[in-house]
């Protein structure tokens, strides 16, 4: 197996192809090129180097915790679990196999980890990633379809957008409250709450 390396805009192409999760870039690309897959023993993935989704000064601020209010640190994230449609309904197979050990161990920080798990869940369930929206603490917004929405609630914000999906989400929240908010949108986009909590303790 040979390794490459490849820039952002190159892996978010090769990413966007995926037809299955948990199929190798080496795939993707015989798909793409029209070679004919290799049917021998599977093969690790391609490690493709992924770039850092969060800048050092990101970095510095990922910790911080959003407010010094404590009542809204303890906040429960309200959200209204919609039973998925049947023709879309994703087993916890599927869910388990946004935990891609390697290519999360290359994140940056918790930040990188957190938009790592919600860019690959925007590719698992495009159908459904909308439900996200309804994901909010009382008086936050933590996902928006723009920059400029979640700026507008908080200009701490610190929006980030989620792969190439079109949504955003607020970045400034403590590693904690990214493990809530993920594990709430994996309940909204239909996983059980076991799992849901197992993921979200990757961050």
Known sequence: MKYIEVDEELY?????????????????L???????????????PLAISHPSLETAHEAVTDEVVEEPNQA????????EVTELDQATEITAANFK??????????????????MFLLESLSVLTPA?????????GRGRLYFARSKAELLSASQSANPKEIGD???????NNNTAKKRTILS???LQLGCNEDLAKSIAERI
Do not use: C
């Not at 809204?72 to 959200?79: L, M």
């Not at 196999?97 to 957190?114: I, T, W, Y």
């Open 12 to 28: 978010r192409y090769i990413a966007s192809k995926t037809e299955r999760i948990g199929e190798s870039a080496s795939d993707i």
């Open 184 to 186: 709430e949108v994996l």
């Open 72 to 79: 809204e640190h303890n906040d429960v994230v309200e959200t």
């Open 30 to 44: 015989r798909r793409l090129l029209d070679l004919s897959v290799v049917s021998a023993e599977p093969a690790e």
């Open 165 to 171: 999906s079109g949504y955003w989400v607020t970045t």
């Open 97 to 114: 196999d946004v935990v891609h050990e390697h290519m999360l161990s290359q994140q940056k920080g918790a930040v990188g980890r957190f």
């Open 128 to 136: 459904t990633f909308d439900q996200i929206l309804k994901i909010q």
